[in-house]
């Protein structure tokens, strides 16, 4: 499995971006996808995830009611609707494929977010 990530940029406090994970293969239904993130410093974290069928969701508590995770099966792409953006939300975004003990990481795309 490939993974592509876009969708990062600029962006003011208190505005929105949404990233994209395009995802290789036949079987991207079969795997749950998150998106972790990791800021100049830091450990990477995780910050939401979604079940195969997209139909359970799951949430840091940094990003809870400002990002939204979905997936679109039939695009084989995963997203991350970012609202309300913090400085503190600067940060490398990856998305991530697992399903059983495969595990496959995308490049990461840069979120930069102005005070």
């Known amino acids: 499995v490939q993974l592509q990530a876009s969708g990062g940029g600029l962006v003011q406090a208190g505005g929105s971006l949404r990233l994209s994970c395009a995802a290789s293969?036949?079987?991207?239904?079969?795997?749950?996808m998150a998106w972790s993130r990791q800021a100049p410093g830091q450990e990477r974290e995780f910050v939401a995830g979604?079940?195969?069928?997209?139909?359970?969701?799951f949430y840091a508590d940094s990003v809870k009611g400002r990002f939204t995770i979905s997936r679109d099966n039939a695009k084989n792409t995963v997203y991350l609707l970012m609202n309300s953006l913090k400085f503190e939300d600067t940060a490398v975004y990856y998305c991530?494929?697992?399903?059983?003990?495969?595990?496959?990481w995308g490049q990461g795309t840069l979120v930069t977010v102005s005070s």
């Open positions: 991530k494929s697992t399903r059983g003990r495969f595990e496959y």
């Open positions: 293969g036949r079987t991207f239904s079969s795997y749950s």
């Open positions: 979604i079940s195969p069928s997209g139909s359970n969701t």
